[in-house]
């Protein structure tokens, strides 16, 4: 007897599925479950877990974390702009003059600060006037920044491009550089007036270089500097050096003269006569300096341009100074600029060339002990300079 036609839907839950299990087929090596993605929002526990305890034994988690730790210090010791502890100021990489001479501005946060632009010493050395165990362009820098004090410091040409060529002269040394320098910060509109600051060589030349910007600078610090002539320094300098070392043959000549009196004796000879040899290539050098480089010397004259300058003027010394001396160097700022109310004097009882503590066993030579500069020299330009 044929069974009478039921739609599927009426038919029980039972028989619906023995339906549908006739109806399915094979799905081979088909895997027929969906997979659901996990979303990344929701808070897995177990995932966490699992995560942490993937690092948390053996070798692994400490080479990872080493590995972070050292890709921060290099990231933090060479990154373009550099900050301080406290915030106050950062450091700016900047390129001085057409030589591209590396150097930093120093720019404290907020305003319009006045500007500090240091002058290096003799010899060639790099922004942070590095002297061996002194960095002494870099504590003043960071010293003047926490008082809100801009800087410029920069390399010297022939430090960051040597050798020293035989037609240097005092102008392609230092002067050139420093004039691109102020101009630099005169054309800067973020900040204010220019300070020099100048240090042994270039606190003789800061009173020079004033001048020839007539109406740029504010003031001048010449930090165990000399208005003397090249060629009275060089003698009291020798004297010194043969006082004091024990290698007094080094310093004489055959002549008999120590090389101080053998310069001062070049600086007082004809010019016209020094030249000419120079040019017949018969004394490229004397005693080590080129020619050129002695001649130029000459044409520095603290004292022919005082009257015309009418900035502000610090003079700091260092009692214990050996290269340029208190009782020689500084008493003769005290008498050129005696008249003069625009003009501050400090000498420091027991600081040596560098305004570090003299060490008397060290002698001549106080750079070769790792110091920092004194903090009353810095605080003593910085409350000068924001007066």
């Not at 001549?364 to 790792?370: E, P």
Request: with cysteine.
């Amino acid at each position: 007897m044929k069974q009478p036609y039921v739609p599927l839907d009426k038919k029980s839950k039972k028989q619906q599925k023995e339906y549908h299990s006739k109806q399915r087929r094979e799905w081979g090596n088909v895997n027929p479950v969906t997979k659901k993605l996990e979303s990344a929002k929701v808070y897995s526990r177990k995932k966490s877990k699992q995560g942490w305890h993937a690092y948390d034994s053996g070798l692994d988690f400490f080479i990872r974390l080493a590995a972070v730790l050292l890709i921060f210090v290099f990231v933090l010791q060479n990154t373009s702009v550099s900050v301080n502890a406290r915030q106050s100021f950062r450091e700016i990489p900047i390129s001085i003059g057409e030589y591209g001479l590396d150097g930093l501005l120093l720019r404290p946060r907020g305003g319009v600060p006045p500007v500090a632009i240091l002058i290096h010493g003799s010899g060639q050395t790099d922004m942070n006037s590095n002297l061996g165990g002194v960095e002494l362009f870099r504590d003043i820098a960071h010293g003047l920044g926490e008082a809100g004090i801009a800087s410029v410091r920069f390399n010297k040409r022939f430090y960051q491009h040597p050798p020293i060529p035989l037609d240097m002269t005092i102008h392609s040394e230092v002067l050139e550089d420093v004039s691109y320098a102020v101009h630099w910060a005169y054309n800067n509109t973020a900040l204010g007036d220019i300070y020099l600051v100048g240090f042994s060589l270039g606190g003789i030349l800061a009173p020079t270089i004033a001048h020839q910007h007539d109406g740029m600078i504010a003031g001048i610090v010449s930090m165990a500097g000399s208005p003397r002539p090249f060629s009275e320094i060089f003698v009291s300098q020798s004297d010194m050096l043969s006082y004091m070392s024990a290698r007094t043959f080094s310093l004489y000549l055959p002549t008999g003269l120590p090389v101080g009196h053998m310069l001062n004796l070049f600086l007082s000879a004809d010019p016209e006569l020094l030249s000419e040899m120079y040019h017949l290539n018969s004394w490229a050098r004397w005693l080590g300096f080129p020619i050129p480089y002695l001649l130029s010397l000459r044409e520095i004259c603290t004292r022919s341009v005082i009257d015309d300058l009418h900035v502000r003027k610090l003079i700091l010394h260092g009692s214990e100074d050996l290269q340029l001396f208190a009782a020689h160097d500084f008493v003769a700022w005290q008498e050129l600029l005696v008249y003069r109310d625009n003009a501050t004097f400090i000498l420091y009882d027991g600081l040596n060339h560098f305004f570090t503590p003299h060490v008397p066993e060290l002698g001549y030579w106080q750079t070769v002990q790792r110091s920092r500069v004194d903090a009353r020299v810095i605080e003593d330009i910085a409350r000068w300079i924001n007066e």
